[in-house]
């Protein structure tokens, strides 16, 4: 299978903060890539430069081939765009945006009439085609950009946060879409929710100051975090007395409280018998060791402090 | 070759189009009033200004300055608009198209709507006013209007690609171009200049514009100096705004 996107030593520097730190990866043909980060980890940047909305300080990267750096309006026809934030002319009816978007990309009317049509009828926009994206609720104006983003058939759909915003209802509803554009395209998605990447993605990087961290399936990056030893002690009394038990233990390596549950990581598996010879079982009421999640797995890798 | 700057051009004509009413009676208001107020009203207080009724003296200058008014307003706010609001200008960059197509579109689009709105207030004066000109003259007029509102489209273009807050834009228009306009000769001859001072005004181009639009509607001459001057601001501003946009692009 041929790579649709190729990164090679990517360097983005602003302001003396580089955004992207010498980051190479592929994206096969036909999957669809989750790029998974918190907020400042370079995946926007990242998304800039494969869009050619921006020029990387070092390294080049390839859409199908085609260098974003010497080829750009070669690599803009053949991508998609969906924003982080919408960008619909509010000014033009949904039918008139994607007309416009379509003739951008050379299209004609016969060709571009049908299709608009067609997209319109997928994303349920068809009795709302005359109206103008200023009356249609977050999750319609979301479906109509990816249908703009879809009118020329890219090969490659890049998708910066689709669903950021949006109701569970419409969320869910342009993860289907997204889902049934599976293998037609190569999708390169960037988010925040871990269910979505875990829904949607074949493969997940997730990366932090501009460098990734991890790389596979998201089935193999919880596999790679079953030994994080985290378990879930519930009590029945004296929850305070034992979290300031709990919290003297030098192998707890966090500690989370929600009334008198705690959600704990040890150190090793070895650190078991001396927290059960610590607590004693006369207050608890059960022990079980967690599965964990993609979000243990993000949280464990980008830590927990907020970022701006 | 500039495919998108026309799909661009077409898309602001079409917003245009369904707004063209509402627009041009907005903008031939304020002229109007002007050519009422000073052509009408004072026309027994002002004598013929160098031989010229002032009623007929002042109108070239309220078409001109309609037009170029219009030229700036459509091409800052708009790509203001499209670059900071709307963020469409991001959308058109990830399309197969050039930065030239967006600035050249854009620029395009300003100087048509400052001719549409020069022409309606025309023809307002025409209809309301015993206001005439010989129509062999009027070639010569569309040549100062045209490049008029290509050096205030280009400006325009410039301040919308440069300036991030709003209230700024209107600072320009407050500070710069209202002076410039009224500096120009629209209401009183430019011999009521001190001599020191007339070398100035007469080599700038606002004057170029508004003089020479006079001169040629109502004398048919195209004054070479103005001619020239226009020409060549008119050149500099557009390669100016596309190097400007460029820039900021590439930032």
Redesign the interface.
Known sequence: MNNAISIQNITKVYDGIRAVDDLSLEVRSGTIFGLLGPNGAGKTTLIKIL???M?PTSGNAFVEGKSVLTDG??V??M?G?V?Q?N??????TAR?NLA??A????MRAREYGPRIDELLELTGLTGRQHDFPDTFSGGMQRRLVVARALIHAPRVLFLDEPTTGLDPQSRRAVWAYIQSLRSTMTIFLTTHYMDEADTLCDRIVIMDHGRPLVDGTAAQLKEAFAHSHVYELEFRANADRYEEVLRTFPFIRSLERRGNSFRLELRDEESLKPLMDGIGSKDLKGICLEEPSLEDVFIHLTGKKIRE | MF??AF?IW??DM??LR?SLFSELVAVTAYPITLYLAFGVGLKGYIADVEGVPYALFIAPGLISMTAVSAAFEESAWSMWFHRKV???I?????????VYDIVIGKIVSGFSQGAIKGVAVAVVIFLLTPFRFPMAHFLAYLYFIALGSMVFSCFGTMCGTVIDKPENIGRIQGVVIVPLIFMSGIFFPLSSYPATILPVIRVLPTTAIFEGARLSLLGGVMEPVYTVTLTLTAAAAFVLAVWIFNRKI?E
């Open positions: 869009t050619t909305l020029r309006a070669s803009r026809g991508i765009v924003p934030v960008n619909l002319d509010r000014y033009l008139e416009l978007h003739r951008m990309h050379r | 495919r998108g799909t077409g898309r079409r917003v369904r709307q963020r469409t991001e959308e058109y960059r990830v399309n197969p198209i050039t590439e």
